[in-house]
């Protein structure tokens, strides 16, 4: 075979010396008579196709000139020295290793170690100064202990040089040329005895660990969920089409560099992650297979990594399947060590590491997880190892599975139904099966709305609730329209609303939005909920967001109004809402009003077992009567003193509660009056006369004696919720 042609290509930050070093090295390249090295650089192709070495231009049409030049040199047998910064790996490898040649090349790489002061000093002199930012994040990037330059990448030799203690770099160079031949024939010799495999290049065994990863956060690179969506989208817009591998390829080439967007190699990679059991929720024991080192194309790639090794490789990708299928694998005893743990959890697999490996495992996690992003760094080992979304068991998954079947059916939530249909797919693919399995646990109640039969266009249908879900999460501001003839209340809001969507909550029957109005001329705007069937969200309206700050400070006031209201019904003034939400407990407690009814004690036995049914604080019971043996938590507010023995009734309960849960709440009324005979309102009197007029009412409705004439004025607080009851007029 003849010899192989040697290529250069220079490393190191902006103002490290590079162009000065070029021009001493070209004359030794070649002897009398041989056509002198060509000399490529980036900023010279700059000048040729934009007229300006300062004009950055696209990089692709750089790219495509310099790659071409290097094939027709090398093609022509002519040495090539390529003067480029080369401060990335992926930049470097897609010359070394990604580059296909006419004949074969040995890459040596000359790595400048220009300190960053020596840098910025010469910089500052140069006609033409690079940002300052530009040379400090480069010379980061060279400097990174795991992805900075190495032999590995495709160089049969790579050579440090550092120009600022030479005066003359001639003698240097010469040096290093001499030692090449000895340099690479040793480096040579120590390989030959390793076992080489088909990710055996950096270039493929990254795009191979580069795609576990970004696999391992998003299975199928699709946009499934709001929130998958947006941290998708924010890597690449709009959202690459294709299969898998054409997905994966276009975010690959976006978050590590082109060089690993190869999609047929993507689609390889796939088929081997398959066999080897990679893509099984289910702990696999069987042994890694090698994938079969390609047939040598006469060129010469330098260098491989340490799993470029097949034993390593085994070994290491036997543990990474290992953490990806039993993710926070740990030992149960406290004390125990980890690294032996994992040792012993897969020791049984060909190939894994053996009992007295624990220091190369330590060594492997550290040189693989945290570089390639598997895990975050200076994170304690102790708290195991979780990659990415994986991180249940089979049965977990499987009662994970029953959580969401009853929300998605007895619940009826459309989110839960769109992702009951994923998850069974994805379970089926691990070969996990949920079908004939009775829950455990169940809900009694159900939805009355069937989202089958609700309008299509309706929030509560299934691919509707999802834009509504991404508008929440993308904290942005939305245009409904609440459907005429629906059912509703006096104060229920209009048929238009631009609101600030907040949270869906499942409720009593139902599922609802809650929201804030968007009010002009105020930065805060009455929170109000609505059921889902009853809205639609016919168009968009526009693209206004608020900051996470603005969302967090509206989800907080709507936590505090959900808390003290103990309902989903917030009243319609805002000053009142502002003064419950307030984070002053002084000025909530000018605003509460207090109900107090008393109890018999089968009543009692009921209420007093509700310690979360109203705001605990805000909460305040009956003492036991001297003969009562029921128990109660020394915690609980068991604080006003009881009646006589003989009553009827000896049993106070106070709750302090906004001022629109007295007046026209339904959930209060439906959980107190349910009582009847039960409990005695003492106040206020307003409730307590709203509950005698009902049961009159109800009584005449039913044929029972009419009650008499009530010539007093009633308050206007009964009246306000008997208004709150009637239906809204349907529009003609």
């Not at 609700?454 to 609730?465: E, H, K, M, Q, T």
């Amino acid at each position: 075979m003849p010899p192989a042609l040697r290529c250069h290509l220079l490393i190191g930050q902006p103002a490290s010396g590079k162009t000065t070093l070029a021009k001493a090295l070209a004359p030794l390249l070649t002897g009398p008579g041989d056509p002198p090295a060509q000399l490529l650089s980036t900023d010279a192709i700059r000048a040729e196709i934009f007229g300006d070495a300062a004009v950055q231009g696209p990089w692709i049409d750089i790219q495509q000139r310099l790659h071409q030049r290097i094939q027709e040199c090398v093609a022509a047998g002519i040495p090539v020295i390529v003067d480029a910064t080369h401060a990335r790996r992926a930049w470097r490898l897609a010359i070394t290793q990604a580059l296909p040649l006419p004949a074969p090349v040995e890459w040596i790489g000359w790595w400048l170690y220009t300190d960053l002061p020596t840098s910025l000093a010469w910089n500052a002199k140069r006609k033409r100064a690079v940002p300052v930012p530009v040379i400090q994040e480069m010379a980061a990037a060279l400097a990174d202990p795991h992805f900075g330059p190495s032999r590995a990448e495709g160089f049969a030799a790579l050579c440090a040089v550092v120009p600022s203690h030479h005066k003359d770099l001639v003698p240097v160079l010469q040096a290093e040329l001499a030692g090449l031949d000895q340099r690479i024939r040793s480096a040579t010799n120590r390989e030959r005895r390793l076992q080489r495999h088909g990710y055996s290049r950096l270039l493929d065994l990254e795009r191979l660990l580069h795609l576990i990863r970004l696999l391992s956060t998003w299975p199928d690179l699709a946009a499934t969920d709001p929130a998958s969506a947006e941290e998708l989208d924010a890597i690449l817009s709009p959202l690459p089409q294709g299969d898998l591998a054409d997905r994966a390829a276009a975010f690959l080439g976006k978050l590590h560099g082109a060089c690993f967007a190869d999609v047929s190699a993507i689609r390889s990679d796939l088929a081997w992650l398959e066999a080897a059991g990679f893509c099984s929720a289910l702990p696999s024991t069987t042994p890694i297979q090698l994938a079969p080192a390609p047939r040598a194309a006469g060129a010469i790639h330098g260098g491989i990594p340490p799993m470029g090794d097949g034993p390593v490789f085994v070994r290491v990708m036997t543990l990474l399947r290992h953490l990806l299928q039993v993710p926070l694998d740990r030992p149960a005893e406290r004390g125990s060590n980890l690294h032996q743990h994992l040792i012993a959890a897969t020791e049984t697999i060909p190939g894994a590491y053996l009992s007295g490996e624990t220091a190369t495992l330590r060594k492997d996690l550290e040189k693989l997880l945290t570089p390639y992003g598997f895990r975050n760094r200076h994170d304690n080992v102790r708290h195991g190892y979780c990659l990415g979304t994986a991180v249940l068991s089979p049965p977990r998954l499987q009662e994970v599975h029953n959580v969401v079947r009853q929300a998605a059916g007895q619940l009826a939530d459309p989110s839960a139904q769109d992702l009951l249909a994923e998850l069974d797919q994805r379970l089926g693919w691990a070969g996990i099966s949920a079908d004939g399995l009775p829950p455990v646990r169940s809900y009694a109640r159900h939805a009355v709305v069937d989202t089958k039969l609700v309008r299509r266009d309706s929030l509560a249908a299934p691919r509707r609730a999802e834009a509504i879900e991404a508008a929440i999460v993308e904290h942005r501001r939305v245009l409904l329209q609440r459907y005429p003839g629906v059912g509703g209340f006096a104060d229920s809001p209009g048929c238009e609303l631009r609101v600030w969507p907040l949270q869906l909550i499942f409720h009593n029957v139902g599922w609802y939005l809650l929201f804030e109005e968007d009010h002009i001329g105020r930065e805060q705007g009455l929170i109000r909920s609505e059921r889902l069937d009853r809205l639609a969200m016919p168009r968009t309206d526009g693209d206004l967001r608020r900051s996470p700050g603005q969302h967090a400070a509206a989800i907080n006031r709507l936590e505090r109004l959900l808390h003290h209201s103990g309902g989903i019904y917030f009243g319609g003034d805002i000053d009142q809402q502002l003064a419950v939400a307030s984070s002053s407990a002084s000025r909530r407690n000018q605003i509460l009003q207090t109900l107090r009814f008393c109890c018999s004690p089968w009543a009692f036995a009921f209420i007093r077992e509700g310690l979360q049914r109203y705001p605990i604080e805000h909460t305040r019971f009956s003492k036991p009567l001297p003969a009562d043996s029921w128990w109660h938590h020394p915690k609980a507010p068991h604080l006003l003193e009881p009646g006589p023995v003989s009553s009827s009734h000896p049993y106070p309960v106070e709750l302090d509660l906004p001022p629109w849960t007295l007046a026209a709440d339904i959930d209060l009324r439906s959980w107190l009056f349910a009582f009847g005979g039960g409990i005695r309102i003492e106040q206020p009197d307003a409730l307590r006369q709203e509950l005698l007029r009902r049961c009159q009412e109800a009584m005449e409705a039913n044929g029972g004696p009419a009650s008499p004439a009530n010539t007093e004025d009633q308050p206007s607080q009964s009246t306000q919720f008997v208004n709150r009851l009637r239906k809204e007029r349907r529009l003609l």
